[in-house]
């Protein structure tokens, strides 16, 4: 059972242009929905994330767009760079006794000069 | 600098053979996690530990075990009854209460030869 669905797999957007990488959950236990990057060979970092109380939270060019009613919650990426080329992976948690961290299947993004 | 630890980075093991997959964290987190990463699977689950002496089957625990005896320690171990060992695992923590980001690892690679 697949709690969080990522798409796409993979993205190829023009240096300069918007990235945006969906997910959708089930559980509406969650209540932390974390973005992270993932550099070839690397562990993932922490990139952005948020919780249900706001529907959108901004940090550089980087934004998560959340929708609590269905469920769904985006990645937006303004003026992509190659830099900006890595895996990208959304994830979703709860508090309380089962602390577990699920993650979508990742995204592939990468972005020409 | 507080962190996550993982070794070895590259790990060969023969058909046959347990091997042991070292995970040490300084930042006083609780709960500690692994998952195995292929590519296109996304982030799977194997074991996850919320509290020292304490740890729950992930999604796809078969073939591995674990050990938590230490809050800096969680070790894996893939033994011979995983099939499939080749992978990149990752090793993570959380602190405990309200869920926040997780630290992870920079990945140990195990190939089977």
């Known amino acids: 059972q697949q709690q969080v669905k990522q798409s796409p797999q993979s993205l190829i957007v023009q240096k300069g242009g918007i990235s945006i990488i969906n997910c959708a959950y089930e559980n509406t236990a969650f209540d932390y929905f974390p973005w992270y990057q993932q550099f070839p060979g690397k562990g993932p970092a922490l990139l952005i994330a948020i919780r249900p109380d706001v529907s959108e939270k901004k940090e550089g060019r980087f934004t998560i767009s959340f929708n609590k009613s269905a469920k769904q919650f985006s990645l937006h990426i303004m003026d992509s760079q190659p830099g900006d080329s890595a895996t990208y992976f959304c994830?979703?948690?709860?508090?309380?006794?089962?602390?577990?961290?699920?993650f979508g299947k990742g995204t592939l993004l990468t972005v020409n000069p | 600098d507080g962190g996550i630890t993982q070794s070895p980075k590259y790990l060969f093991r023969k058909e046959g053979q347990n091997v042991t997959l070292s995970c040490e964290q300084n930042?006083?987190?609780?709960?500690m996690y692994w998952y195995r990463q292929d590519p296109g699977q996304g982030l799977r689950l194997i074991y996850y530990?919320?509290?020292?002496?304490?740890?729950q089957k992930g999604d796809i625990a078969e073939g591995y075990s674990v050990s938590r005896e230490k809050k800096e320690s969680f070790p894996l171990t893939v033994t011979s009854a995983q099939k499939n060992p080749t992978a990149f695992y990752l090793c993570a923590s959380i602190a405990s209460g309200e869920p926040t980001e997780a630290f992870f690892g920079q990945g140990t690679r195990l190939t089977v030869v």
């Open positions: 994830a979703a948690n709860s508090g309380g006794s089962n602390y577990k961290l699920t």
């Open positions: 530990s919320q509290i020292v002496n304490d740890f």
């Open positions: 930042l006083n987190h609780d709960a």
